[in-house]
């Protein structure tokens, strides 16, 4: 996407080749800054404190986290230790799991001396599907907006709401659930985006919000319990939300609140959407409220709120009183009953086994 009208990735080589660069994410709003990934440890730092996030971005970063592990080693040993930091970084994102094994699987049988340039190949080939991806769910998304709006019968603004950060920032670009959004923009349709401000860490407020800034799409930052008010009052015409993990029945795995929004949604009869690139597909699990692992984060990022103060000087500061013990819960599961539709790189289809082998035949009848 554009940042100050030049295109951008969230990831990217280094234009020296001997690493990998991205946007710290931390950093934003306030700040556009790159860091330098030189090193697995780095790779993995970047992972585990949200530097990158987004299941996808973190796949991405994996692959390259790979390459750099194998720039300093290429032995079996190192190969295998590589895999491993990278596999304990975050729990749910299935992209990551998924993006390690496909390295695995192609980097293992090689020579060492060819696994370097092989990784970095992958590594590229990752983020550039990705993308791809990302430009397909966009359009699929594009003909629901416009049936959408359609119905609206083409009056006043059609109202979307989401959650968290599904944008570019969260995978290497165009993003998931915002993709739609961006074409729907471009394409004239006049979209505004209720940002739910995704406490604690507060994607919303502070990624999506800036990145719809960037693109010039209008948008209001809301607090996460505003949703449900603004739909019974005929004010969401439809939400669209990322994944971190989906089940092959169509359970959804995504940021913490998700699930309320969708309970919301249903009781008002707006329609639920759930962007989903086929790498987020966890073909192995049923049943996501037992199955899927939820990460539990640090709670001092609900203890401690970062900011800009009036100076412009970045800080953080507590908001809870000392002792008392916070609870990080960072993901949640939507059961596929509470969503409408899945948006895939192929196409759109119901939240069920059947639905996504629909899309997937070649998964018919695979013991996974
Ligand atoms: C397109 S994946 C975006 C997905 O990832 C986010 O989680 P996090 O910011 O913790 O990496 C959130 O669940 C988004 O929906």
Redesign the pocket.
């Known amino acids: 996407m554009k940042v100050h009208g030049k295109p951008m990735r969230s990831i990217w080589l280094a234009p020296d080749a001997q690493a990998a660069e991205a946007i710290d994410q931390t950093r934003l709003p306030h700040a556009l800054v790159t860091v330098r990934l030189t090193t697995l440890d780095e790779a993995a730092h970047a992972i585990r404190s ?1 530097q990158v ?4 971005l ?1 796949g991405a970063t994996a692959a390259y986290g790979v390459w750099l592990a194998l720039r300093a080693d290429a032995s079996d040993g190192a190969l295998e230790h590589g895999l491993a930091v990278l596999r304990g970084t975050r729990p749910t ?1 299935v992209n990551l799991h998924w993006a390690l094994d496909d390295m695995r699987q192609l980097l293992a049988p090689l020579p060492p001396a060819e696994r370097v340039a092989a990784a970095l190949r992958r590594a590229e080939a990752i983020s550039d599907e990705d993308v791809a991806i990302n430009r397909a769910i966009g359009a699929h998304g594009l003909k629901l907006l416009e049936d959408a709006w359609a119905r609206k019968g083409r009056q006043g603004r059609l109202e979307v709401l989401t959650h ?3 944008g570019w920032l ?2 290497v670009d165009f ?3 915002l993709s739609p959004i961006y074409q729907a923009h471009d394409a004239g349709i006049p979209v505004h985006v209720w940002v739910d401000e995704t406490r604690p ?1 507060n ?1 919303g407020a502070q990624l999506t919000a800036w990145e719809l800034g960037q693109h010039g799409v209008p948008h209001t930052v809301i607090a996460d319990n505003v949703g449900g008010h603004l739909m019974q009052h005929g004010q969401v015409d439809l939400c669209i ?4 993990r989906t089940t092959a029945q169509g359970d959804v795995a ?2 913490i609140g998700t699930y309320l929004k969708a309970l919301a949604a249903k009781d008002n009869g707006v329609p639920f959407y759930v962007a989903l690139p086929s790498p987020t597909i966890d073909w192995t699990l049923r049943d996501g409220v037992r199955e899927i692992p939820i990460e539990q984060r640090d709670g001092t990022e609900l203890s401690d709120v970062t900011g800009r103060l009036a100076s412009g000087e970045v800080a953080t500061v507590r908001i809870t009183p000392e002792g008392s013990p916070a609870a990080n819960y ?2 949640d599961v939507t059961p596929a009953r509470l969503v409408t539709a899945l948006i895939t790189e192929r196409g759109v289809c119901p939240a069920s086994h059947d639905g996504l082998l629909s899309l997937f035949p070649e998964r018919r009848g695979r013991a996974e």
């Open positions: 949200m996030r987004g299941a996808p973190i994102a968290c950060n599904a969260a995978t993003g998931t659930a860490r994607q939300v990322g994944t971190d995504n940021k960072a993901f």
